[in-house]
């Protein structure tokens, strides 16, 4: 992909497991802010948390959540049915992956997650 703006520093990591832990609203806004916390990132707003549980879809079910940093921001989806989760950072400050893949490993108790930064 072009860099269209390389003056602007731009980093993006996606992690996806399959989480080992009883997930609600509580544990998905923790992660979000220990997460920040973990790589350095600036909390510019409280988690936003949110379900499509209350659509009753047979396999859609899960907790997901959003914060902003002054950094740029992070998502996290999970999905009940399937015991899987999915987190994108995306921000304008160089962080390490691996310590935001070992965190995210531990958080969630998984012994299954793959990555990939870019």
């Not at 940093?69 to 899987?84: L, N």
Request: hydrophobic share 40%; aromatic share 16%.
């Amino acid at each position: 992909m072009k860099n269209l703006e390389p003056r602007i520093y731009r980093q993006r990591l996606i992690i996806e497991g399959k989480y080992g832990i009883t997930i609600s609203e509580i544990v998905v806004k923790t992660y979000l802010t220990t997460l920040a916390k973990s790589i350095g990132m600036t909390l510019l707003t409280k988690p936003l948390i949110f379900s499509p549980n209350k659509r009753k879809h047979p396999i859609r079910h899960g907790i997901a959540g959003f914060v902003a940093w002054v950094e740029s921001g992070c998502s996290v989806y999970t999905w009940d049915y399937f015991k899987f989760f999915t987190v994108e950072i995306y921000t304008c400050k160089k962080f390490s992956a691996k310590k935001a893949v070992a965190f995210t490993k531990k958080f969630f108790k998984t012994k299954q997650i793959v990555y990939r930064d870019m």
